[in-house]
C-alpha cells in the first residue's frame, strides 16, 4: 500500500506500512474507501473491528481523532502541515462521507 496519491489515477502511491495508516489513506479516497482493490482488505478488517467493540487504528504519520456518533463514528484528519479532513463512518451501513 502506497502513502501518497497518483494525480492521474487517484489511487495511493507511496508507502504506509501499517493498517492504521492504510485504514486513513484508504478512507480519504474519492468515491469510495474500497475503490482500489489494495484497500479492500484494509477496510474490511476495520469494520469487523468496529463491529465486534474495537477500537478505530492508529497511524503515527498522522494526527487521528474519532468519536462515537449515533451510528458509528466522526473521524478528523490531522495532517503533518496542520491541514485536516473530516469525515462520518456509518458502522450500520459501511458507509464513509468526507465532510
Known amino acids: 500500500m502506497r502513502g501518497r496519491f497518483d494525480r492521474r ?3 495511493p502511491t507511496g508507502l504506509a506500512s501499517d493498517w492504521g495508516c ?3 489513506l484508504c478512507l480519504a479516497t ?3 474507501p474500497t475503490k482500489y482493490a489494495e484497500c479492500v482488505p484494509p477496510i474490511t478488517k ?4 468496529l463491529a465486534m ?5 492508529s497511524c503515527t504519520r498522522v494526527g487521528i481523532k474519532t468519536k462515537s ?3 458509528g463514528y466522526t473521524m478528523t484528519v490531522t495532517q503533518p502541515d496542520g491541514s485536516t479532513s473530516r469525515y ?3 458502522t450500520r451501513y459501511q458507509t464513509v462521507t468526507q465532510q
Open 46 to 49: 476495520l469494520w469487523n473491528a
Open 22 to 24: 492504510q485504514v486513513v
Open 30 to 32: 474519492p468515491g469510495s
Open 69 to 71: 456518533a449515533k451510528h
Open 88 to 90: 462520518s463512518l456509518d
Open 53 to 57: 467493540g474495537g477500537g478505530f487504528p
Open 9 to 11: 489515477r487517484g489511487a
